[in-house]
C-alpha cells in the first residue's frame, strides 16, 4: 500500500494534515481551521427555504414534470430513525430532479386516518368506539391525531426535507375523503362493488373486518383437547382431537382420510357432540392428515380458513358460534356471552369434570392476530362491501411490469402477493374515524343506493340520501355505517396528487406520477391497491417508478422496539450532529434492504459538513469576480478538472437510478481525497487565472453534487462565497452542473504526481521535518517518468523542491555505514564476552566491515582471538549515494523517488 493509499484511510490523520495545511500557508492568521456550526447555520437556511418558497410547485409551470407521490406521514406523534431516513432518501431524488429541470411535486402530507389512531385515543380516555356518539367519537380522534401535525411539521423542515407546504393534503380532510367517495361511487356504478356475507378475519377488540394483508401470524403453543364424541344407536366412543373446544357448538360434520383403514367402519355413521348432543356425519376427504390428533377431525362452520374450505365444499350452512365482539353466542348454551378464552377454559373444565375430556397435549400452532393491537382474529360471517379483485390479478400484473422498480427484486413480492390472492378486497370496516361508505340501504328490501359524485363528500349517518325513497319499493333509506379501510384513502393519493376530479386539464398533464416511494413492508398493500385503483379507474399505471426503502433496525442488526428499549431517538442526533449528518447515514443505506443504524456513519457525515465548509474558506478567498476561462491549465488543474468531469457522470448515472449510497461515496471520495487533499494542496502557493478558475468551477460544480444529500452546508458555502457572483437565491435551484471536459492523458499525470507528492508528505512527516521544509534535490527515476516534466512545477511547489530532475535510469550505490550489536540477543549468549564482543564491532571501519562479512556471519577478533558472529547478533548500517551523495529513496511501484538530504 502506498503511502496516499493509507493515509486515505485514516481520517484523523488527514484533518491534521488540514491543519498543516492552513498554518503553513503564508497568511495562516486569515485561515484558521474553523468549526462549522450546524445547528445555527442549519436553522437560518431552513428559514429562508420557507420564507422564499424556494421549494414551490408551480401547476401552470412550462418544465416538464417530476411528481413524486410521498407517503402521508401517519400522524402518530413521535419521530423514528426509520422516518427520518425513508423521507431523506425521497428528499434526494427531490432536490437531485430539481437541480436537472424538473417542476418537481413533492407534497406535505399526513395520513389522519384509520384504527392505529382510534386504539391510542380509547387507550388514552379508556374507552371503546361503543361509549360514545359517533361525532364525539369522530371529534376525539380528530382532535388527538391533529395535535401532532405542527410538531410533525417542524421534524420535516429540521430533517432539512423540501417538501411544498403549498400542496399539503391530510387524508382526513373533506377534500381528500371526497376524492376517496368518488373512486368508490364510480367504481359502484361500474358494478365492481357488491356486498356479501362473507367469513371474514375479525378483530373482536378493534370490532371490524380486516383485510388478508392485516392479518398477522404468530408462533403460539397451545393445548390439543382429545375429546370422546358418542356414537349413535351404539355405545362407544370416537375421539376427536381439537384445540377449539369451544366449537363443538358449530360443529356440523366429522371427516377422516378415505385411505385410514382404521376409520373406514366409521363413514356415514353419525356421531353425537359431547354437550350439546347433536348428531354430526363422518365424511371421508383426503385434505385430513391422518397423522394429526386422532386422524378424526371436527369441522365448525367458523373455525379457520381449512374449515371454511369444508363448508363450502359440503354445503354446510353457516352458523354464527362468536359474535363480532368475540363472544359466544345463544348456540354455545350455557356458555352464551362469554369470551371466546373464557369459554375455551370453562368448556375444558367441564369436560374434564365429566370424563369427557381425557388427555391434553402441547401443540404449536401459528394464530392470525390483528396487526393494529395484535388480539387473535375470529373468522366471521359479516356483511361487508367487497371491491373485486380477483378478476383483475392479471391487469395488475401487466401494470407491475410497466412500472420500473427499484431495487428490481422487490416487483417479486407484489408478483408472488397477488397470485396468491383468493379474496376480493373487503373495503368496508366498522369503524369510524375514517371515510364513511356513501351509500344508504333500503330498511324494506336491502337495495343500495350509492351517492351521486356531485354529493361528495357526503357522511351517510348525517346526510340525506340523493332519492328520498328507495327506488324499488319506497321503503325509508338508512344511511350506512360502515366506514373505508384505510388503504382505500391512501392508495387513491395517486388521483388526488394530480389532480384528479378536481381539474381535468392538470390531471391529463400530471398522471400517471413520476415516482412512488415506500417501504418494503407495504407493498402487499399501499403498492397494490394504488396499482389496482389506477387500473380500474384510469386504465393506467399510477406512477413510472417506484423506489423502495428498508428498515432501519438498532446498532445489532435487530428490529427497534419500545418494548425492547433499543429505539433510537432522531432528535438529539438532528440536535448534536445536525441534519446534514443524519442525511449522511441515511445516504448509505442503500434500497430495498434492512440496515442497522451506525453512529460511526453520523460522525462521517457530521466531519464531511466540516471539511466542506472549511474548504470553501479556504477557496473563497481566491477570487473577488466571477473567474472567465483565461489562463494557461497546468497539468494539475486538467487533472482536478477531468477527475470533475468523470465523477459527474458517474454520480449523475447513479441518481438517474435513485443508487443513492454510491452517488455519494463518488462526491465524496473525489472532494476530500482528490480535490481538498491533493489539488488544493497543489494550487495553494498559485494566484493565476486558470487556478482561480478551476477552484470556481470544480468547487462549486461538486457542492451542487453534493446539494441534495447534504443541503445546509452546501448551502451555507453557496450563499457565502459564490452567491454574489451567481444570482441564485439558493443553491437547491441552479443546474445540475454539466461535466468541463476530460483528457484521459492529465489523469495519468495528475495521479503520478499525486502520488508522488503524498508519498514525499508522508516521507517529512515520519522525519518529523514540517511539511513546508525545503528538500534541494529531488530525482524521479523510472522508464515512464519523462512524460511527468510537464508538470514539473506542480510538483516542486506542491513539494517545496529546489532542484527536481526526471531520469529514466540511475545508478544508486548502497554502502556500509558501520556494524551494529543487536544487544538484546549478545547478552545472554555470550555473557561476560559481550562486552568485547561490542567494542570489537565499534572498532570496524567500514571497508574492514564489509571484508569481513562471510555466509556464515561477520570474522572479529575478540580479546586476540578470531571469531565468527553469527548474522543475529550485528546489523549492517547502510546508507544510499548518488554521485557520491547520501540520499534516501522511496519506491512507488515502477517509480523510485530519490531524496538528497
Ligand atoms: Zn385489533
Ligand atoms: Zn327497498
Redesign the pocket.
Known sequence: MSPSVKERNDHEKILNFFHNLFLSYPNNSMFKMSQYDSISVERRWQKMWKDEEIYHFDPESEKPAYSIDNPPRYTSGSLHLGHATGYSLIDFAARYKRMRGYNVFFPLCFDVNGTPIEVKVEKKHNITKLDLPREEYRKLCSEYANGFVDEMTHHFEILGESMDPSIYYQTDAPYYRRITQISFVELFNKGMVYKAAFPINWCPRCMTALADAEVDHKDNVTKLNFIKFGIAGKSGHVMIATTRPELICTCKVVAVHPDDKEKQHLIGKELVTPIYGRKVKVIADPKVDPEFGTGNVMICTIGDKDDLEWVMKYHLEMEKGIDEAGKMTELAGKYVGMPVKEARAAIIADLKASGILVEQKDSPQQVSVCWRCSTPVEFLQVPQWFLKTLELKEQVLKRADEIKWYPEFMKIRLQDWVNSLEWDWVLSRQRIFATPVPVWE?E????AVCATEEQCYVDPTTDAPPVEK?P????KLIGCTDVFDTWMDSSGSSLYNTFWKRDDELHKKFFPMSMRPQSHDIIRTWAFYSILRAEQLEQSIPWEDIMIHGFIMAPDGTPMHSSVGNVINPIPILENHGADALRYFAASCSLGTDHAFREADVTRGKKLANKIFNIGQFVGRFFDSKPSKTGVFRESDKWIISRYSETREAVTEYLDQYQFDKALKEVESFIWHEFADNYIEMAKMRKDPAVKYTLYNVFLRSIKMLAPFMPHVTEDVYQEHFAKYEKSKSIHIMDWPSSIFVDEEAIGIGRAITEITSAIRAWKSEKKMPLNAELSKVEIIGEDVLVLEKASQDITETSKIKDLIFLKKAELKEEIVAIKPVHAKLGPAFKAQAKGIVAALSALSPKDAVNSITPAGLKITVDGEKMTLAQEFWEAEKRLTLDGKTVETIQLGNTLIVLEI
Open positions: 333500503c324494506e328490501c336491502g337495495e328507495c324499488k319499493c319506497k321503503g
